[in-house]
């Protein structure tokens, strides 16, 4: 069976699945491999690492502005906490980030009877 979902039914559903990924950290002192995917996908994350003593993400990002020179990175912490609303403001509504979205939707409890497949606006 399939779900049919648009951008917005998308992002809603991201939003429960980054919830349970945010519980999953808290309880399992850990990040899920795919809550490290959708950090890398959305910020263009070189590295993404949890610190259990701050109860933190780290993401480390390139910023540098030559691809040519040395890799500055910046490393943004964000309490675990606020994870799932600092997503929420770096979604994406690409054809490709939308597509992205649905194979993690598809990978993911809530929809495993069914495969995720986007509708056109």
Known sequence: MASYLNTN????????????????C?????????FISLIKHNFLAKYVY??????????GIDESESPDTYPEIKVYKIPVNKAAK????????????????????????????????????
């Open 50 to 59: 949890y610190n259990k003593q701050k109860k933190q993400i780290e993401i």
């Open 86 to 121: 600092w997503l929420d403001k770096s979604f994406r509504d690409q054809q490709s980030d939308l597509e992205f979205y649905g194979r993690l939707l598809n990978r993911n409890e809530i929809f495993n009877s069914s495969d995720v497949i986007l509708m056109s606006r």
């Open 9 to 24: 039914e998308i992002r809603v559903s991201l939003k429960q699945l980054v919830k349970q990924y945010v519980e999953e």
């Open 26 to 34: 808290e309880t399992c002192q850990e990040l899920p491999d795919e």
